[in-house]
Nanobody, 124 residues
Framework: QEQLVESGGGLVQTGGSLRLSCAAS????????MGWFRQALGKAREFVST????????YYTDSVKGRFTISRDNAKNTVDLQMNNLKPEDTAVYYC?????????????????WGQGTQVTVSS
């Protein structure tokens, strides 16, 4: 059964860093774009970043540009999100997702395989 598992979340102070990792199993997603989304308490899940199948193309939501970096290792079937200079507004559950269907790269409807999420909490 295909599965995405996130890790690396935790509690960090403002200005700190975390590196999230997403490991795929049961299926290889090396031919598909991958993305990271987040959902703060009481809010809708929102797009954070996406990366093309070969890692060449990356895109970020404006609020994380210059602070977050997405990367992938197709040999290991993993996708990472390096998060620097974290802010309290980055607090959320972060989800990894694979895009094996059509549709937008920048909203949840365009992704069909999801992980269970990992909590990131940034204290002020």
């Amino acid at each position: 059964q295909e599965q995405l598992v996130e890790s690396g979340g935790g509690l960090v102070q403002t200005g700190g860093s975390l590196r999230l990792s997403c490991a795929a199993s049961g299926r290889t997603f090396s031919s598909y774009p991958m993305g990271w989304f987040r959902q703060a308490l009481g809010k809708a899940r929102e797009f954070v970043s996406t990366i093309s199948w070969n890692g060449v193309g990356t895109y970020y939501t404006d609020s994380v540009k210059g602070r977050f970096t997405i990367s992938r290792d197709n040999a290991k079937n993993t996708v990472d999100l390096q998060m620097n200079n974290l802010k309290p507004e980055d607090t959320a559950v972060y989800y990894c997702a694979a895009k094996t269907i059509g549709g937008s790269h920048y909203n949840t409807e365009g992704y069909d395989v999801w992980g269970q999420g990992t909590q990131v909490t940034v204290s002020s």
